[in-house]
Each structure stands twice: as structure tokens, then as C-alpha cells.
């Protein structure tokens, strides 16, 4: 098996920052290398350092380069992670009228747990009313575990009580081991394949509430704030966006303006 070289690193940093933005740290080497290494060969290429050259070269069809930037991606994320914003949201809840209806969008959606999160609040608190959510991501592997909604059962632990029970099906014979968010809520949460990069889909609708967590954190300043102003076009006037609490907007110049921490609204 190949080593992965210097200039080999670099070349596929490169591509993989002028598709996804994302600047990948000379520390990310060993993940490069971990990462390609399985798909150069599931290619039927033995040398990771050639794998790469073709790569760039774009001598491969598109399946392969999406898959590199499926492996290069980073997706960890899991059900009600910072459970503030979910706080936050049902605060919010209770001051709407109750059939106000509700479009929530999952901007960097991954496996697809913040949705089905946000879907399980909505059909606790507002088992009567209308609301829809849309989740994308550039990842086209995690769309489709987002949109199958089965985990691994353990991932069960971070609900609220009786949520489980309420809202996922425990999987039995070849599915022993794994939940499945039940039917009635998969059928209300849209995922999708989209790059926060590049012209958002035109039929995204306007969102009362933007969950943009834990993906900015992977841009520099201009690309973030290139993304926050084009995620902005999608909220609505009193709308409220969601960012992670390890991430930051201030000294960006946005026309935001702070209402509780990592909790924004149009200024
Ligand atoms: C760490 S996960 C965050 C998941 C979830 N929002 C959370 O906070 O738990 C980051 C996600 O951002 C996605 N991502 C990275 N760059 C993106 C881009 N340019 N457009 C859309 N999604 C992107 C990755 O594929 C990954 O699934």
C-alpha cells in the first residue's frame, strides 16, 4: 500500500476546498490518507497518490467524486445536541398561534438527527397544527441515512423521556440493534442533497427557523459569511437561525443581531 505524499495531500485539499469550501488542516493528513485509501482501492486503484492525480483530473465519473467528498466530510452529530436551541424553540412555540404553520430547515442536516429532533418538539408540542421540515447537506451519503431515519439504538439515549417509545420503532430480526423514526414523522421531514456554497434550490420556501449548526466552524471568514447571507435570503423577517455554540458570527458585519447566545434574527 502507498504512502500518501506531500503533493498528493495538497492536490486533493485543493479540490476538495473549491467544491465544498472547506479547508482541510495540514493535521487532517492521517484522515485523508484513512479515509482514501479504502475507496482508491474499492476503485480498483492501488496507489492512493495516482488514485488522487485522477481524481483531480476529474478521470473518473461524477459517482466517485462524490463519494470523495462524502468520505472527507465530517458528520458527527446526534438527537437534541445542544439542547438550549431545542429549549429555546419551545419557548418560542408557545407564543405562536397554534395553527401558525412552521417551516424549519436543517441547513447542514448530515445523518439527519437535528431534523427528526426538531420533527419530534413539533409533534410533542404542536400535535395539531401544521409545520414542515427540510433538511440538506452536501453529503449525499448522509441524505440517504437521513432519509431511511434508522439508527443505531443506542443513539436513543439522547431523547427526552418517552420520546422513544412515542416517535421510533425498535427494529427486529435483520433490523435487531436499531430504531426507526416512525413513518408519520419521516413523512413530514424532506431531506436533500445541497451545497451552502453554491445558489441554494429555488424551491426552498422561506423558514420561520434555521438550524445552521456546527458547519460553519469549517469556513474562513468570507466563505462563512458568503454562506450566513445566502441562508438569510431563507428566513423569514422575524424568522430565528440556529448556529452552534462553538461557533461565532460577531466581527462578520451580518445584518443579524444576537437574541440569546448562538440564537440570531434579522437585525
Ligand atoms: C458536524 S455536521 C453537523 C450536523 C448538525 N447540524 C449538528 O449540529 O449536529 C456538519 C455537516 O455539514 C455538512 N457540510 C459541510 N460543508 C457543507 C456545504 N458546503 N454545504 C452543505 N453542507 C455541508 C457536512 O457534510 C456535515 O454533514
Keep these: 500500500m502507498s504512502q500518501l505524499s506531500n503533493q498528493a495531500f495538497v492536490a486533493v485539499t485543493e479540490f476538495f ?28 486503484e492501488d496507489d492512493i497518490n495516482v488514485f488522487i492525480q485522477r481524481v483531480v483530473r476529474r478521470d473518473f465519473d461524477e459517482r466517485v ?9 465530517t458528520n458527527e452529530t446526534y438527537f437534541f445536541r445542544e439542547p438550549q436551541h431545542y429549549e429555546d424553540l419551545t419557548r418560542r412555540m408557545e407564543r405562536m398561534h397554534p ?5 424549519v ?19 410533542d408540542r404542536r400535535p395539531t397544527s401544521p409545520w414542515r421540515i ?13 432519509q431511511h431515519g434508522m439508527y443505531p439504538v443506542d ?7 418517552g420520546y422513544l417509545k412515542r416517535f421510533c420503532l425498535r427494529g427486529e430480526g435483520p433490523y435487531e440493534g436499531q430504531l426507526l423514526v416512525k413513518r408519520e414523522l419521516r413523512q413530514r421531514v424532506n431531506f436533500r442533497a445541497a ?27 468570507p466563505a462563512k459569511m458568503d454562506i450566513v447571507r445566502r441562508v438569510l435570503t431563507k428566513l423569514k423577517q422575524d424568522g430565528v437561525l440556529y448556529i452552534g455554540h462553538a461557533e461565532s458570527l460577531t466581527s462578520l458585519n451580518l445584518p443579524l443581531k ?5 440564537v440570531y434574527q434579522h437585525a
Design 17 to 44: 476546498e473549491k467544491v465544498s469550501g472547506i479547508r482541510l488542516a495540514d493535521n487532517k493528513r492521517a484522515l485523508v490518507e484513512g479515509r482514501l485509501q479504502k475507496l482508491a482501492q474499492e476503485c480498483g
Design 65 to 73: 467524486l462524490v463519494t470523495v467528498i462524502d468520505r472527507l466530510t
Design 99 to 103: 395553527q401558525q404553520d412552521l417551516q
Design 105 to 123: 430547515w436543517s441547513a447542514a442536516s448530515s445523518t439527519g438527527e437535528e431534523a427528526y429532533s426538531v420533527a419530534m418538539l413539533m409533534a
Design 134 to 146: 427540510h433538511g440538506t447537506d452536501l453529503s449525499t451519503s448522509v441524505v440517504r441515512t437521513a
Design 155 to 161: 443513539r436513543g439515549s439522547r431523547l427526552p423521556a
Design 195 to 221: 451545497n451552502l456554497m453554491r445558489d441554494l434550490p429555488s424551491d426552498l420556501p422561506q423558514f420561520d427557523v434555521i438550524f445552521l449548526r456546527n458547519v460553519l466552524i469549517y469556513f474562513d471568514p
Design 258 to 262: 444576537m437574541v440569546e447566545n448562538a
